[in-house]
C-alpha cells in the first residue's frame, strides 16, 4: 500500500509536472504564434488576379463570374487549412474548425471578397484572407481552441451587406428582388453561388448563437496612416441619417431678368453647402457631413436654376449627436431659405439609423493583444458599414482596423502594406485565442 | 393771253391748294392712325389657341402639326389684309405690299409664331399678329407707302433662329442637319412647312437689300413692368459667352474621410457660385451672369464630391465689359482652387461672341413716335436672341419691347395686358410710316 500510494503520488506529481510544462510550452507557443505574413500577402496577391481590369482596379462585383472564381479558390484555401467547407442557403461560405469542447458557442471571424465596381483589392480581402490564414496558422501550430472557430465569407457585401443579412435574421423576400451591381437580382445571385434563396430563413442565427464576431478591415479613412499609427481598436460602426433639402425660387431667362429680380436657387444652396461644413466642423469629435448631390433644376446654361435639391449625409456614434448638429443645420437653412424669399422643402430618409457598438471587453483585448504584439493603436468609430454591423445585433462584436494608404478606398487606388497586413492578422489571431480564454 | 395766264394762274393756285390740303388731310390722317386693338388681341387669342396643352401651356413647336396649322390660319389673316403672300425656300412666310416707289428697298418687319414647348402665347405671337394688323390698318385705311413693306413671319426662332439665318445667309447644310424640339432635322422640318432645303441658299439677301428691318417683342423680363413703362426701346442684343470651371479635388468615402482630410471639390464650387454673384453686380450696368449648371461627381450622398463642374454665362451689350467682368472671375476661381489645393480647368465655348446693335436713327424715332403717341419709354438692351439679332447683320435695325407680367417668359404664364399689346403695335406702325418719309 505504502508503495502503491508513493507509486500513485509519483505517478501524481510527474503528471502534474508534466501538466505544467505542457501547459507553459503551450502558453509559450499561442503566445509567439504568428500568422505567415508571406503566405498571407500572397494568397491576397493571388485573389486580386480574379476580376483585375485594365485601370488597375477591380471588377469582382458579387455574383459576376469573377466572384464565383474567387469563391472557388478561397475554398481550396479552406480545405487546406483542414476546415470543413460549406456555402450556406444565402451563399456565404461558411469553414469551421472544431473545438474541444463542443457544447460552446463558435468564436466566428470573417469578411468579403466582392467589390464595388472598379473598385480596390484590400477592402473585404484582407479581412477575408488574414481569417484562412489564421486557421492555417492554428491547423500547422496543432493549436485546437476550447470553442469551436468558424470562417465567414459574406455574400454580397458591397451590396448591400447580403450575407451577413441573412444570418441576423434580416434578409427578406423583398430584398431579394432588388438588382444588384452584376445586374441580377440578389435571388439569382445567391442562386449563381450554390445558395438556395428560397431557403435563406434558415440561415438567421439566433442572439446568443455565437460567442464573438470578429472582422479585420483597412480602415478606409486617413487617419490611423496620418497619426502613424498600426491598429485601430473600432469603438463602434457609426449611425447614418440622410436628408433632401430643396431650395425653391424661380427659374427664369437668364438673358432677360435683371440680376437684382433674380430667385435663383443656388444662392442659398451654396451658402448652405458651406454652412453644413462650417456647422460639422465647429462640433468636437469624428463626426461626419457631407453633401453628395446636388441637382439645379432646370439645368441649362442659359436659365437661372429655379429649384436646388441637395442631399445632406451626417454620420457619427451617437445619433443624438447626429440630430443635435442636424437641428442647427436646418435652423440655418430655414434662415438661408427666407432671407432669400424662397420655399425650402425637407425630407429625411433613414440609411442606418442606430450605431452598432463594439463590445467593450473585446475592444479592450484588441488593444492589449496589440500592445502584447508591440503596435500602436488609436480608438476610432468606423464610418463605413461592414458586415460586423450586422453581426452586431446578435454577438458581442469586435473589429480591427490596419492603416489604407491616404485614406483612399473603393478605387484602385486603394493600398495597405503588408507588414500592415500582417499586424492586423495577428491582433485577430491573439484577440481569438484570449477570447477563447475568457469566453464562457 | 391775259385770260389764259389769269386761267392758268388760278388753276395752279387750285391744284396747290388741294395739293396741301391733301398733304395736310393725309398727315393728319397718318399721325392719327391707330391699330384695331380689338381685333388684334383677338387674333392672337385665336392663334393661342393651335397646341394650346392641359397645362395652359403652348406645344406650338417648329414643324408640328399645331406650328403647320397657325402658319395656315397666319396665311389667311395676311390674305385678308391685301398682302402677296410666299413661302421662300427656308420656309419663311413673307407678305408684301407694294410701294409707291418699287426702285426703294422693303422696310421689313416681323416675328415669329413657335414656342419653346410648353411656352407661352406672346413671345412670337405679339410682333407677328401686329405686323398683320399694321397691314391691315394701312389697307384699311388706303395708305400706301412709298417703300415696299414685308411682313416675315420667321421659321423656327425658338430652336436657333433658322429662317432669320436662312436670310442673313448663315444657314449651312451641316445646321440643317441639326435635330430640332419636334424630334426632326431642320431640313425635313423646313420640307414640312412648305420650304425647299435644298435651296434655302437662295433666300440670302444682300446687306442693302432691306431698308430697315424692325421687331415688336415682349420684353421678357420685369423692367418696363417694374419701372411701369410702356415702351421700351432696344439698344441692341447682348453678346453671350459661357464658360465650363471645373474644380477637382479628390472623391472619397463620405463616412471615413474625417472632415480635415477632404479634398470636397463642393465647396470653392459652392463659393465660386457666391462670388460670381458678387462679382457680377459689382458692377455699373445691366450685364447678367449667371451659373445655371452645376454638376458633382460621382454624385452620391455617400461619396465626397471629387470633382465639380459649373457653368458660367455673362451677357452684356459690351464684349469688352464681359471679358472684364470674366477676368475679375476667372481670378477669383484660381484663387479659391489656390486655397483649396485643387486643380481648376477652364473651358471657353462661344454663343454669340458679338451684340447686335440697334440702329441709332431708328431707335431716336421710335422714342420719338413713343412719345408722340403718348407713351413713356426706356432703352435698354436685350438679354435674349431673336431674329432681330440676325437681320442687324444685313439691315439697319430696331426693337421695340413692350412690358411682361412679373418678367416671365417662355412658360405658360407669360403674359402681356391687351393695351401694351396695342401701343407697341402703334409704335411700330408710326416707326414705319416715319422711316419710309426718312429713309432713302
Redesign the interface.
Given at each position: 500500500m505504502k508503495i502503491n500510494l508513493l507509486h500513485k503520488m509519483i505517478s501524481r506529481l510527474l503528471f502534474l509536472s508534466a501538466f505544467l510544462l505542457l501547459t507553459q510550452v503551450s502558453l509559450h507557443a499561442q503566445t509567439s504564434l504568428r500568422v505567415n505574413s508571406d503566405r498571407l500577402n500572397s494568397s491576397l496577391k493571388e485573389l486580386s488576379t480574379f476580376g483585375k481590369n485594365d485601370r488597375g482596379g477591380s471588377d469582382r462585383v458579387a455574383y459576376s463570374s469573377h466572384d464565383v472564381a474567387a469563391r472557388a479558390y478561397l475554398i481550396e484555401l479552406m480545405k487546406k487549412a483542414d476546415l470543413a467547407v460549406s456555402i450556406d442557403f444565402a451563399g456565404n461560405i461558411i469553414g469551421k474548425k472544431l473545438g474541444l469542447n463542443e457544447t460552446l458557442k463558435p468564436i466566428v471571424f470573417g469578411s468579403h471578397i466582392d467589390e464595388v465596381p472598379n473598385g480596390g483589392d484590400y477592402d473585404g480581402p484582407v479581412g477575408s484572407m488574414s481569417a484562412i490564414e489564421i486557421m492555417q496558422t492554428l491547423t500547422d501550430n496543432k493549436v485546437i481552441t476550447n470553442h469551436p472557430l468558424e470562417v465567414i465569407i459574406f455574400t454580397n457585401e458591397e451590396g448591400g451587406v447580403v450575407g451577413s443579412r441573412a444570418i441576423v435574421g434580416e434578409l427578406n423576400e423583398k430584398a431579394l428582388q432588388i438588382v444588384s451591381n452584376e445586374g441580377i437580382t440578389h435571388y439569382e445571385g445567391i442562386k449563381k453561388l450554390g445558395g438556395n434563396p428560397d431557403r435563406v430563413a434558415e440561415v438567421a442565427r439566433k442572439k446568443g448563437d455565437i460567442a464573438a464576431f470578429l472582422e479585420l478591415h483597412i480602415?478606409?479613412?486617413?487617419?490611423l496612416e496620418?497619426e502613424k499609427i498600426q491598429i485601430g481598436v473600432v469603438e463602434g460602426i457609426?449611425a447614418?441619417e440622410?436628408w433632401q433639402f430643396t431650395f425653391k425660387g424661380m427659374a427664369?431667362?437668364?438673358?432677360?431678368?435683371?440680376?437684382?429680380?433674380r430667385k435663383?436657387a443656388?444662392?442659398p444652396?451654396?451658402?448652405f453647402?458651406?454652412a453644413v461644413?462650417q456647422i460639422?466642423?465647429s462640433y468636437e469629435g469624428?463626426q461626419?457631413?457631407?453633401?453628395?448631390?446636388?441637382k439645379?433644376s432646370p439645368?441649362?446654361?442659359?436659365?437661372?436654376?429655379g429649384e436646388v435639391m441637395l442631399?445632406l449625409?451626417i454620420?457619427d456614434l451617437s445619433s443624438e449627436k447626429i440630430w443635435k448638429i442636424y437641428q442647427e443645420i436646418e435652423a440655418k437653412g430655414k434662415s438661408l431659405a427666407n432671407d432669400a424669399g424662397m420655399e425650402l422643402t425637407i425630407t429625411h430618409q433613414e440609411v442606418a439609423s442606430s450605431p452598432a457598438m463594439a463590445d467593450d471587453s473585446i475592444r479592450k483585448i484588441i488593444a492589449e493583444q496589440a500592445k502584447n504584439l508591440g503596435l500602436t493603436t488609436l480608438s476610432l468609430p468606423?464610418?463605413?458599414?461592414h458586415d460586423a454591423q450586422e453581426m452586431a445585433r446578435i454577438a458581442p462584436m469586435g473589429m480591427i482596423f490596419i492603416p489604407s494608404k491616404s485614406?483612399?478606398?473603393?478605387?484602385p487606388a486603394e493600398y495597405s502594406a503588408p507588414d500592415a497586413i500582417a499586424n492586423g492578422a495577428n491582433v485577430l489571431l491573439h484577440t481569438i485565442l484570449s477570447l477563447d480564454k475568457s469566453l464562457k
Amino acid at each position: 500500500m505504502k508503495i502503491n500510494l508513493l507509486h500513485k503520488m509519483i505517478s501524481r506529481l510527474l503528471f502534474l509536472s508534466a501538466f505544467l510544462l505542457l501547459t507553459q510550452v503551450s502558453l509559450h507557443a499561442q503566445t509567439s504564434l504568428r500568422v505567415n505574413s508571406d503566405r498571407l500577402n500572397s494568397s491576397l496577391k493571388e485573389l486580386s488576379t480574379f476580376g483585375k481590369n485594365d485601370r488597375g482596379g477591380s471588377d469582382r462585383v458579387a455574383y459576376s463570374s469573377h466572384d464565383v472564381a474567387a469563391r472557388a479558390y478561397l475554398i481550396e484555401l479552406m480545405k487546406k487549412a483542414d476546415l470543413a467547407v460549406s456555402i450556406d442557403f444565402a451563399g456565404n461560405i461558411i469553414g469551421k474548425k472544431l473545438g474541444l469542447n463542443e457544447t460552446l458557442k463558435p468564436i466566428v471571424f470573417g469578411s468579403h471578397i466582392d467589390e464595388v465596381p472598379n473598385g480596390g483589392d484590400y477592402d473585404g480581402p484582407v479581412g477575408s484572407m488574414s481569417a484562412i490564414e489564421i486557421m492555417q496558422t492554428l491547423t500547422d501550430n496543432k493549436v485546437i481552441t476550447n470553442h469551436p472557430l468558424e470562417v465567414i465569407i459574406f455574400t454580397n457585401e458591397e451590396g448591400g451587406v447580403v450575407g451577413s443579412r441573412a444570418i441576423v435574421g434580416e434578409l427578406n423576400e423583398k430584398a431579394l428582388q432588388i438588382v444588384s451591381n452584376e445586374g441580377i437580382t440578389h435571388y439569382e445571385g445567391i442562386k449563381k453561388l450554390g445558395g438556395n434563396p428560397d431557403r435563406v430563413a434558415e440561415v438567421a442565427r439566433k442572439k446568443g448563437d455565437i460567442a464573438a464576431f470578429l472582422e479585420l478591415h483597412i480602415e478606409q479613412g486617413g487617419n490611423l496612416e496620418r497619426e502613424k499609427i498600426q491598429i485601430g481598436v473600432v469603438e463602434g460602426i457609426v449611425a447614418i441619417e440622410w436628408w433632401q433639402f430643396t431650395f425653391k425660387g424661380m427659374a427664369n431667362h437668364a438673358g432677360t431678368t435683371p440680376m437684382n429680380m433674380r430667385k435663383d436657387a443656388l444662392l442659398p444652396a451654396a451658402e448652405f453647402v458651406l454652412a453644413v461644413n462650417q456647422i460639422v466642423r465647429s462640433y468636437e469629435g469624428a463626426q461626419v457631413g457631407t453633401v453628395g448631390i446636388i441637382k439645379a433644376s432646370p439645368g441649362a446654361g442659359n436659365v437661372i436654376p429655379g429649384e436646388v435639391m441637395l442631399n445632406l449625409e451626417i454620420r457619427d456614434l451617437s445619433s443624438e449627436k447626429i440630430w443635435k448638429i442636424y437641428q442647427e443645420i436646418e435652423a440655418k437653412g430655414k434662415s438661408l431659405a427666407n432671407d432669400a424669399g424662397m420655399e425650402l422643402t425637407i425630407t429625411h430618409q433613414e440609411v442606418a439609423s442606430s450605431p452598432a457598438m463594439a463590445d467593450d471587453s473585446i475592444r479592450k483585448i484588441i488593444a492589449e493583444q496589440a500592445k502584447n504584439l508591440g503596435l500602436t493603436t488609436l480608438s476610432l468609430p468606423s464610418g463605413a458599414g461592414h458586415d460586423a454591423q450586422e453581426m452586431a445585433r446578435i454577438a458581442p462584436m469586435g473589429m480591427i482596423f490596419i492603416p489604407s494608404k491616404s485614406g483612399i478606398s473603393h478605387a484602385p487606388a486603394e493600398y495597405s502594406a503588408p507588414d500592415a497586413i500582417a499586424n492586423g492578422a495577428n491582433v485577430l489571431l491573439h484577440t481569438i485565442l484570449s477570447l477563447d480564454k475568457s469566453l464562457k
